[in-house]
């Protein structure tokens, strides 16, 4: 079955920087999307980034410019390079994959995904 444990996570003052890891299995990278989600406390689940299983990559406005998504395939890993981190960036990160429908951006849409990592709490100060 399709798992998907993240690490990484961590606390930092704003400006710093944190890479998250998201380890997968069950599934193969070639017909899965993959994303980064990112929920505050009290808040809904939402999109940050997502690899399409043909290799494109969407980011969500407030990150693109600071947060790099990238996949190491062959491994069946997914990353979330964060830098000049802001408070308003803190949360529980997970990582989540499912089938490609080839819509693009599938894997930004947290409801289509049924498969999720237990997350990684990312705490920025100011």
């Known amino acids: 079955q399709v798992q998907l444990v993240e690490s990484g996570g961590g606390s930092v003052q704003a400006g710093g920087s944190l890479r998250l890891s998201c380890a997968g299995s069950g599934y193969s990278y070639n017909t899965y999307c993959m994303g980064w989600f990112r929920q505050a406390p009290g808040k809904e689940r939402e999109a940050v980034a997502a690899i399409d299983s043909d290799g494109t990559i969407s980011y969500v406005e407030r990150v693109k410019g600071r947060f790099t998504i990238a996949r190491n395939s062959a491994k069946n890993t997914l990353f979330l390079q964060m830098n000049s981190l802001k408070p308003e960036d803190s949360g529980m990160y997970y990582c989540?994959?499912?089938?490609?429908?080839?819509?693009?951006?599938?894997?930004?849409?947290?409801?289509?995904?049924?498969?999720w990592g237990q997350g990684t709490q990312v705490t920025v100060s100011s």
């Open positions: 989540a994959t499912d089938w490609d429908d080839g819509s693009g951006g599938h894997c930004l849409v947290a409801r289509s995904l049924n498969y």
